[in-house]
């Protein structure tokens, strides 16, 4: 899962560290010269500060320190010149360092063609390299014994931002609504609507809910059918017509059913169905006026990238969504869709798809999707 961008992110980490370094190895060299021969600079710099860092003296392990830093051969040395050299092996010593723009200019540029290349959007790309910039640049930075840490630091968050930035609990949803709770599944034909449909009833199953299918692809053949075998195998009822019937009837009933019965949800599938589509786009609708969901989940592949992005996109604009069910992402090696989607449809990820069987649904919280792209 996420397996290139996970590299991709790794890369950017290297390449980025590799620039505080040499900026810290620098701040050292400038300290060396301008402090003259009593800054303890001739050793590497990693080794001074993580001896200072641990607490023993550096001057006293370092052979040809033979005098204190400030100290000078000729009484009164110059104040600028002690006050830099002081400042410089102060943020050594305390592993500080302030990156300016150049310094994060290469990495930063290769972070957005690696992020683009990922499917992760133009915009959502170009906020979380504003991210960290607007978080390196200028500031002082404690860079600590791994200058990897600062980088990864600053890149996840970053993208916890943007993951962030719209989100629900849908255990919380579930508990407050009033029963049924109506939940129409929508989207293209594939991605994994009535797979994720019966997944949900699982979910919801396990947490005490009871549940009703609604078998509303009417449209393909074998849909119906496909439905009645998850409903066997999960012991959930299914309210189904004939195929070719009118979605926005079987799915009415199941409501209907769901309240004579005291079922408390109603998860309802559709036909597959492209917001180009001007007449199914009119059934959904027509589906959504006399059913009123109380959820809309748009479901799409992940591994369809920026498409699925954009898809979401349009078929918010026709028919607004509550949110999405991103599938497939066990099969997904860039992952440039689940950062992108909730940014750019302002709508949440609900859930993630992570399998074929019943339980490989996860439900959406950024820190697990930080977890894969930067866990072990
Ligand atoms: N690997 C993987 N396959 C999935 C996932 N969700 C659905 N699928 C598969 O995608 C295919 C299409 O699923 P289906 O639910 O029939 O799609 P629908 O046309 O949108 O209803 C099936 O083979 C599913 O097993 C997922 O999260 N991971
Ligand atoms: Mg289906």
Redesign the pocket.
Known sequence: MFNKLKEKLSGFKESLAGKIKEKANNIGETAKSVGGGGLPFQEPLEDAASRAQTGSSATASAPHSEKPAVATQAGEPSRSRISFADRARALIFEREVILDEKDLQEPLWALEMALLESDVALPVAEEIVTSIRQELVGQKKKIGSDTGQLAEGALKNAILKVLSRNLMDFDQFMKESSKPVKILFV???????????A?VAKYLKDRGYSVVMAAG?TF?AG?VE?MEVHGARLDVKVVKHKTGGDPAAVIFDAVEYAKAHNKDVVLA?TA?RLHTNINLMDQMRKIVRVTKPDLMIF?D?AIAGNDAVERARLFNQSVPISGTIL?????DAKGGSAISIAHITGKPIIF?????DYP??VKFEPEWLLDRLFGE
């Open positions: 989207g293209v034909n594939g991605t994994g609507k009535t797979t994720s449909i997944k692809d393909r849909a496909q599938d597959g479901v592949e599938t497939k992402t066990d099969a993630l798809g992570v399998g074929q490989d649904l």
